[in-house]
């Protein structure tokens, strides 16, 4: 489910969280913010209009209280299940993966990878023993750790043992600004083990994880515009 559309009223959200839980009675959604890339903001602005992210907050603080009151629980700071332990997202529980095929995207030892767009020129690269990686991007120490507290705490909760130990006992040391800046806003609490979101930073994650899939998008929409000039390659 997509919210936050530009004439989405209260009235027509209510109605659909209704349709979900008490007609459909379904085992799991996700409730997805309204994205946009710089390329689609003007043309979405001209045919549904301009997106007012100033009450985004208030429809998923509405979309939270109801399936939080219907039984559900989250999965992640956009998903919601009957059953726990019932993941949307592969990137809450494994930090890096490996995207296969035109288009898709990995992340292994701190490096992003982004295989072409052009349909023509993978096949070629992979003909030719290579892989279909066009581009890359090393990530520094505080980018790994500001990337695996924004994956890990998308559940909810960041084990800060495992942080401490996938960052050799330094994560603490490095990230304790963004650590007191989040805790400062009321974003996060921490009990004995565990740093966990307060019901404003689930949306705050929320805003994170829109901006975060923009950029990506965004990224995507560039490597389009090679695709022709990829595929003379071949």
Not at 71 to 100: K, N, T
Not at 129 to 148: A, I, N, P
Request: overall charge neutral; aromatic content about 12%; some cysteine.
């Amino acid at each position: 489910m997509i919210f936050n559309f530009p004439h989405q009223s209260e009235d027509a959200l209510e109605s659909d969280l209704r349709i979900l839980t008490d007609v459909l009675a379904v085992d799991q959604a996700s409730w997805y913010p309204l994205m946009t890339t710089d390329s689609t903001s003007r043309p979405m602005a001209r045919r549904i209009g301009v997106v007012d992210h100033s009450r985004e907050r208030k429809y998923y603080e509405k979309i939270s209280r109801h399936m939080l009151q219907k039984g559900y629980e989250r999965s992640s700071a956009w998903c919601f299940s009957r059953q726990p332990g019932m993941f949307d997202e592969y990137i809450v529980e494994h930090e890096e993966y490996v995207g296969l095929g035109s288009g898709a995207f990995s992340y292994l030892a701190g490096t992003m990878y982004a295989n072409t767009f052009s349909i023509n020129n993978y096949l070629r690269l992979i003909g030719a023993g290579q892989t279909g990686v066009t581009r890359k991007r090393d990530l520094d120490q505080l980018e790994q750790m500001r990337y695996f507290l924004l994956m890990r705490l998308f559940s909810g909760r960041m084990s800060l043992d495992d942080a401490e130990k996938r960052f050799a006992g330094q994560f603490g040391r490095v990230m304790w600004r963004d650590l007191a800046g989040l805790r400062l806003i009321g974003a996060v609490k921490s009990d004995a083990a565990n740093l966990c979101l307060t019901e404003f930073g689930y949306y705050l994650w929320v805003v994170l994880m829109r901006e975060f899939f923009s950029g990506i998008n965004n990224i995507r929409d560039d490597m389009r515009h090679h695709i022709s000039e990829e595929a003379s390659l071949a």
